[in-house]
């Protein structure tokens, strides 16, 4: 009989994480631009992260963003239920799943039609790139509004605060690569 691990969540990942690194809250929300509050709802699974947020975490925590980002269950079949993951307005696909200690990864994302990511703005080191495979979206890069549709594509400086929301009738597919280095 094959052994089964448990399924850790990706919020007690993180606390456990930053308190082995004895990092507090307040050194956390300064190195981030997050609340307190906010990792405070991520650490108790109230709030499911996006991915651009788990890489922001997964540096400040100096820990390989796979840690997050990959599901700890070793069963094949709970590999394969997980390999889409969700958040609260989005699902993300791992296009680069064998990357963890890489600089860039790659996800086909599904934004649900009139959803936009929750939370903060995203803001990371690095860059990124957004390919449209289906639907209407806008990313806001600063105050710079970008309206993007099937095959528009965007690059741009990620440690500008930016959002991406589905303007359109259905949902909407794309590739988004980051870079962090």
Do not use: C
Request: proline share 3%; net charge positive.
């Amino acid at each position: 009989m094959a052994k089964k691990t448990q399924i850790i969540p990706i919020g007690k990942r993180i606390r456990w994480a930053r308190l082995d690194k004895k990092i507090t809250l307040d050194m956390m929300a300064n190195e981030t631009g997050m609340s307190k509050e906010f990792i405070k709802k991520i650490e108790g699974g109230d709030q499911r992260p996006s991915v651009g947020t788990l890489l922001q975490i997964s540096k400040i925590l100096h820990i390989d963003s796979s840690f997050l980002l990959k599901e700890q269950d070793d069963t094949i079949k709970a590999r394969s239920k997980a390999y889409t993951k969700r958040t609260d307005n989005y699902a993300y696909t791992p296009l680069t799943p064998n990357a963890e200690n890489k600089h860039l990864k790659a996800f086909k994302i599904v934004v649900e039609t009139g959803k936009s990511h929750a939370g903060v703005g995203f803001q990371h080191e690095g860059e990124e790139f957004v390919y449209v495979l289906k639907g209407r979206v806008e990313v806001k890069v600063g105050d710079n509004v970008n309206k993007l549709t099937k095959n528009d594509s965007l690059h741009f400086n990620s440690g500008v605060k930016h959002d991406l929301v589905n303007t359109g009738k259905t949902d909407a597919e794309l590739v988004v690569v980051v870079y962090a280095p």
